[in-house]
């Protein structure tokens, strides 16, 4: 009797049991918010690596040998044209010019005798008194006295130039660079160093490369029949500096190289940028941001993917309403979307957020509301 009871009892639980669970509703799909994607213009931004120079970096070398007498200048000092930076010891050249002078005054006195000579012979010869033989050695004795005279003169002019080399200026308006020459070193045109760098800067050229199919796209953007007539029509582009902050003024790319570098398969371009505070010096470096416009481009935003395994996927959402883990290429960012190559096309549907929790083929209830996804569209 009492094992009868105890498996009634049993029996009563599992009855129960079954009733409640036969009794309790389905989970309820989740509401998540739905975005039917459209094609539309983008703007993307790519970078490439820049070097900084000056508008005009020269070297500044001695063209005479000597003892370096003064230095007017310091290093990282701005100087203007035609400032003296370095003076040479100047007293064998003045020597020099002294003696080319005294050169001269002979030969122009050996021009005198010679002319009297001639003055002299001239009427005897019309006299003939004497041969006209005697007169044309004359004339060309005198000849060479002019001759003499000339050379003499161009000596003159070497020394002058010699000597004023002693005097080193800036040919640029610009920053000074190091000094590796003090006051008493021996400098000579051969060094195989200079007595310093000087940086015009006012402007500076930035230099950087682009791959030959990033090239072909880039000519592609811009109407005209020469790279001459692109160039002109090309937007200003950015420069980020080291610190990843962008330079405050915008730049222009006025120059392509004529060719590509066989080593790199890339080719050089340069912008422009004004340098009015000094702010960018030589041998800076940076990045160049060029702006890419993109005509019926397909835009995801960035919240609604998820990334696995180093591939990116979207939840598209089927007639039935249930997702579908999609894999999706990537070509590029605009603002906080991304720009799709391949995986999804104009008037498929994704789910926007909630997507961590989703799993594949699962019923959701689509958000009819769209403020929140023109919210996240428009975010840049």
Known sequence: MKNVII?????????????DKAQAPASAAPILP???????????????????????DVEIRPQVSGNLERVYVDEGAYVAKGQTLFKINERPYRE?????????????????NAQLE??????????????????KTAKASQKIAAANIEQAKAMVG???????????????????????????????????????????????????????????????????????????KLPPVSLILADNNAYAQTGKIDMVDGQF???????TLRATFPNAKGLLRSGNTGRIRLGI??????????????????????FTVNKENKVTKTPITISGKSGNNYLIKDGVKAGDQIVLSGIDKLQEGQEIQP?????????????K
């Open 7 to 19: 498996t009634s009892f049993i029996l009563a639980l599992v009855l129960s049991s079954c009733a």
């Open 34 to 56: 739905v975005l039917a994607i459209t094609s539309s213009n983008a703007n993307t931004d790519a970078e490439y690596p820049a070097a900084i120079q000056g508008a005009v």
């Open 96 to 112: 020099q010019l002294n003696n080319a002078l005294a050169s001269l005054h002979a030969a122009e006195a050996s021009y005198i």
């Open 118 to 135: 001639v003055d002299k012979l001239t009427p005897l010869v019309q006299n003939k008194v004497v041969s006209d033989y005697q007169l």
């Open 158 to 232: 070497s020394a002058k130039i010699n000597l004023g080399y002693t005097n080193v200026t800036a040919p640029v308006s610009g920053y000074i660079g190091r000094l590796p020459k003090k006051q008493g070193s021996l400098v000579a045109a051969t060094d195989p160093q200079p007595l310093t760098n000087l940086s015009d800067v006012h402007e500076v050229f930035v230099y950087f490369s682009l791959g030959e199919t990033d090239f072909i796209k880039f000519k592609e953007q811009y109407a005209g029949n020469t790279i001459g007539e692109k160039i002109k």
């Open 261 to 267: 570098d066989k080593t790199t398969g890339a080719i």
């Open 293 to 314: 416009q993109h005509d019926d481009a397909i835009l995801v935003p960035q919240s609604a993917t998820i990334e696995m395994q180093d591939k990116i996927f979207v």
């Open 367 to 379: 958000e009819k509301s769209t403020a929140k996804v023109a919210q996240i569209i428009n975010k």
